[in-house]
């Protein structure tokens, strides 16, 4: 009798689901983790070579923190959870969209030692994975993006610490085998560190991570020559949000 009773006070499911919000927090934790992994052979390998430059480097060659600047990022892409889950589970879609390949360029200007301002564009990619019930599936992935920039910056010696704060437009598409889509576009705003040193007295060579943060509303589906835009539903990918991170490299002149 003692061991019936004992029974009937255990608690008797396994499988109750945790709820919502920490299955989110999984997620979220899981997609940092991930651009962790991806993000350490990068920092790894712009230390090394800057090591291995700054090596012989003078004091004649100081960085020449002024004028036109060009940059070049390139590396990886991450899906955020946005209005889309990076992963959902419901009875009409199921399946992820994963990150690819990403970078993008700036070209600005250096008003001040702390200041760079200027015009930027972002691309990357996505690998969406998802059960449908039609036979025509998602190819492909991408959000391309145009922001104006204004990058404080805290210069130490050969080292930039820097912040970007851009306001501006992105565009997201998801593709079909059949080349049909479904796309976002609207406001669109990127943040993010930026981190570089001084090679050499105007090349510099770092790590950038920024994060891009969508308020697009409408899904527009695109059927061979017809296009209608519905608010969004939980029946599309998108729109999600979008990291993209990696190598970071430019000069002034």
């Given amino acids: 009798?003692?061991?019936?009773?004992?029974?009937r006070l255990v608690p008797t499911s396994p499988d109750r689901e945790p709820p919502d919000g920490v299955r989110g927090l999984a997620r979220r934790?899981?997609?940092?983790?991930?651009?962790?992994?991806?993000?350490?052979?990068?920092?790894a390998l712009s230390a090394a070579t800057a090591a291995a430059v700054l090596a012989p480097t003078t004091a004649n060659a100081a960085p020449a923190r002024e004028g036109v600047q060009v940059e070049g990022l390139i590396g990886g892409s991450n899906c955020l959870p946005g209005r889309a889950d990076c992963t959902p589970d419901s009875d009409t879609l199921n399946g992820t969209t994963r990150g690819a390949v990403g970078g993008g360029v700036l070209v600005g200007w250096r008003a001040l030692r702390w200041m760079t301002l200027g015009v930027a564009y972002r691309g990357g990619m996505f690998r969406p994975d998802y059960e449908l019930q039609s036979p025509n599936r998602y190819q492909r992935g991408s959000q391309h993006s145009v922001f104006a920039v204004a990058r404080p910056t805290i210069p130490i010696w050969r080292l930039d610490l820097g912040v970007n704060v851009a306001p501006g437009y992105s565009r997201q598409?998801?593709?079909?085998?059949?080349?049909?889509?479904d796309f976002t576009q609207g406001f669109a705003f990127m943040t993010g560190p930026v981190i570089d040193?001084?090679?050499t007295?105007?090349?510099?060579?770092?790590?950038?991570?920024?994060?891009?943060?969508n308020a697009h509303r409408d899904v527009c589906n695109v059927r061979g020559n017809s296009t209608e835009c519905v608010r969004y539903e939980d029946r599309y990918p998108n729109p999600v949000h979008q990291a993209i991170y990696g190598l970071h490299i430019g000069f002034n002149s």
Avoid at 1 to 7: K, L, N, P, S, V
Avoid at 29 to 43: F, G, K, S, V, Y
Avoid at 201 to 213: H, N, P, Q, T, W
């Fill in 173 to 181: 598409i998801f593709r079909y085998e059949n080349g049909d889509q």
């Fill in 29 to 43: 934790l899981q997609t940092l983790r991930r651009m962790a992994r991806r993000a350490l052979p990068i920092l």
């Fill in 201 to 213: 007295k105007r090349f510099f060579l770092g790590f950038e991570a920024d994060f891009i943060f």
């Fill in 1 to 7: 009798m003692a061991a019936d009773y004992q029974r």
């Fill in 197 to 199: 040193v001084y090679l």
